[in-house]
């Protein structure tokens, strides 16, 4: 089970929201070089970053932060946020990050998915934010009116990398994540699938370790809360 500590950038700050809500964010003190600084040492090899000012602006706001990050760290990171070309996927790869997600872009444009797995071979991952069974696009903001998994079965064999699945009804709430429905999506999904939204406690993470096909968890908020601390949460990680 691979551990995504999570960082979400918002002017060049860490911050968590709830529900993916840019009004009801909280900011913390350390800055994001700092933060992912933190989680190395404590022995993580994998981390999660979402650029909120880029799913914001649909541009690569915080290249700079994310590309320090990566420099410095030697962690294999996964971006997402607002990435809805071609050129903003490449400035990612140039920058050394693993995994490139996409999402509200790609659920809006199929091909454009088609064409990102094509040219970036094992570097897409693909973003499934579903609330109530659908997905959402553009920050959460809109329903795509699309089923989750008829949208997945239609791009199963496009060659993603791999799938981040989120509950927004879960997300920020510290109320276990929607095993149920990942179990449903892992099941139909031809590459590994990580869990994101909702982590509460280390018993997540063990509940999480024995679905079939899922390959790893983000954990946020309740790292950033002290509910999970980073020292039992790395003895998870493998």
């Known amino acids: 089970m691979k551990i995504f500590p999570?960082?979400?950038?918002?002017?060049?700050?860490?911050?968590?929201?709830?529900?993916?809500?840019?009004?009801?964010?909280?900011?913390?003190?350390?800055?994001?070089?700092?933060?992912?600084?933190?989680f190395k040492d404590h022995g993580f090899k994998n981390l999660h970053v979402v650029d909120l000012d880029g799913a914001l602006t649909g541009k690569t706001v915080n290249l700079d932060i994310i590309q320090e990050i990566v420099g410095k760290f030697n962690l294999k990171v996964e971006v997402g946020g607002g990435i809805r070309n071609t050129d903003s996927i490449q400035k990612y790869i140039d920058a050394g990050?693993?995994?490139?997600?996409?999402?509200?872009?790609?659920?809006?444009?199929?091909i454009f998915l088609k064409e990102a797995c094509e040219k970036f071979s094992n570097k897409i991952a693909l973003g499934l934010d579903a609330k109530d069974g659908y997905l959402s696009v553009s920050g959460w903001k809109e329903s795509s009116n699309q089923l989750t998994l008829d949208y997945l079965k239609e791009v199963n064999d496009?060659?993603?990398?791999?799938?981040?699945?989120?509950?927004?009804?879960?997300?920020?709430?510290?109320?276990?994540?929607?095993f149920d429905e990942t179990s449903k999506v892992a099941e139909?999904?031809?590459?590994?699938?990580?869990?994101?939204?909702?982590?509460?406690?280390?018993?997540?993470i063990k509940k999480a370790k024995s679905l079939k096909?899922?390959?790893?968890i983000i954990v946020g908020k309740a790292i950033y809360d002290d509910d999970i601390q980073l020292e039992e949460l790395v003895k998870e990680d493998a």
Do not use: H
Not at 188 to 203: A, L, M, T
């Open 213 to 216: 096909n899922v390959e790893g």
């Open 6 to 38: 999570a960082i979400d950038i918002k002017d060049k700050k860490c911050v968590r929201l709830v529900k993916g809500d840019f009004d009801n964010k909280t900011e913390y003190e350390m800055s994001p070089v700092e933060q992912a600084g933190k």
């Open 158 to 178: 496009y060659g993603v990398s791999r799938l981040i699945y989120t509950d927004i009804d879960r997300d920020g709430m510290k109320q276990s994540p929607n």
């Open 188 to 204: 139909i999904s031809s590459c590994p699938v990580i869990i994101s939204g909702g982590v509460s406690s280390i018993d997540d």
């Open 97 to 110: 990050v693993d995994k490139v997600i996409l999402g509200s872009a790609a659920i809006k444009d199929k």
